[in-house]
């Protein structure tokens, strides 16, 4: 599969995975517009951008599954059971077995925000942050937080401090353990999603 190829079959396996949550369509299609801007912003790579796009469209898999085994959609459940039904839909499309298996570790790990381990997992978690500080009504001491310690791309930073422009006021004082503490509070803010 070339990376001129679009991922309009993933894009409409996914919209036909969350029938009747139009919340859940409508997060993955935003959360996968802000990475594919972030991508072209910092001049990412074409191969890496294709893994990037495709994770951002099924980064949400595992709510669905979460949701009936466990009655949550907590983060760490997703990451426990999003990579399986991942990996299953991007075989069944026919994608090749080195992005498959990029994308299900990036599933498998979007709400961990230690150890990223490369500029497709960096922007996935960041555009998803974009997103969720809307959805979720995330505080502002979240969003500073989440600025000032998740966020690593200046694509990233300039498109969270225009929606939000009292997000850098903080972080850029430096806010010490008080940042630690605000960064998990945004992930757990994010958690849902
Ligand atoms: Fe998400």
Redesign the pocket.
């Known amino acids: 599969m070339a990376t001129n190829e679009t991922h309009l079959p993933l894009k409409l396996a996914m919209i036909d995975y969350e029938t009747g949550c139009p919340q859940r369509i409508q997060?993955?299609l935003k959360?996968h517009s802000f990475a594919s801007t972030i991508a072209e912003m910092e001049g990412l790579d074409p191969v890496t951008r294709f893994t990037l796009e495709a994770a951002a469209l099924i980064?949400?898999i595992g709510?669905r599954p979460s949701l009936a085994k466990y009655g949550s959609s907590a983060g760490r459940h997703q990451e426990e059971l999003g990579p399986a039904p991942a990996e299953e839909m991007l075989s069944r499309l026919g994608y090749p077995r080195a992005l498959i298996e990029r994308v299900a570790r990036l599933v498998g790990r979007?709400h961990t925000y230690t150890g990223i381990d490369g500029p497709d997992c960096q922007i996935l978690i960041e555009?998803?942050f974009l997103?969720?500080m809307l959805e979720e009504g995330m505080s502002l001491q979240a969003i500073r937080a989440a600025y000032g310690k998740v966020f690593a791309t200046e694509s990233g930073r300039r498109l969270c401090r225009a929606m939000f422009p009292d997000a850098e006021r903080e972080a850029a004082a430096g806010d010490g353990g008080e940042g630690e503490r605000g960064a998990k509070a945004a992930g757990e803010a994010?958690g849902a999603?």
């Open positions: 997060h993955f959360v980064h949400d709510i979007h555009a998803d997103v969720n994010a999603a």
